[in-house]
């Protein structure tokens, strides 16, 4: 396990306030696998856009929650850039989990979650297959720690039915590893 001193060396002021538990008010934790120190980072309010605007009927964003309703029986991937601590030491930040905290009405279904490293795709977790749940928080792992070297782009997969086709998105947390 890295000591205090190393954590901060690699996340800096993000770190600093991270281990503390004042920037977020979750602490710096371990992830259960190696001894490594995480780092939760919370983004709330994000910038969301659709692979494909035209199957979308709605897409808005209101106190800082995303909801798109899908065009009937259709499928999307919903994109969304998120802002990391830079890499410091030569080392890119690796990422163990993705947090999302989301509401799926009747009509909608989350399918899965995807990484991106700038246009590459580094890891993708399927067979979520969330549906009808009201105000959930999910976490997804993805083995192997997938280092993160240019800018982590997260996409979601979704899926809609005929009625009710409602997906919101509240925030999204990254765990990432030092």
């Known amino acids: 396990m890295i000591g205090k001193r190393e954590f901060l060396r690699l996340f800096g002021g993000v770190g600093a306030a991270a281990w503390a538990g004042a920037a977020t008010g979750t602490p710096a934790m371990d992830d259960g696998r190696s001894g490594a120190h995480c780092l939760l980072v919370w983004g709330h309010g994000l910038s969301l856009s659709s692979a494909d605007p035209a199957r979308l009927q709605l897409a808005a964003t209101a106190d800082f929650t995303h909801r798109v309703t899908g065009a009937s029986f259709s499928t999307n991937r919903l994109l969304i850039p998120f802002p990391l601590p830079p890499a410091t030491a030569g080392r890119p930040p690796r990422i163990a989990a993705i947090r999302l905290r989301f509401r799926v009405g009747e009509g909608a279904r989350l399918e899965d979650v995807a990484l991106n490293d700038g246009e590459v795709r580094v890891a993708r977790h399927e067979g979520l297959a969330q549906i009808n ?8 792992e993805f083995s192997g720690l997938p280092a993160i070297r240019t800018a982590l782009g997260l996409s979601l997969g979704v899926a809609f039915a005929a009625t009710e086709r409602e997906f919101e998105l509240g925030a999204i947390g ?5």
């Open 174 to 178: 990254v765990e990432l590893v030092a």
């Open 133 to 140: 749940c009201d105000w959930s928080e999910e976490r997804v």
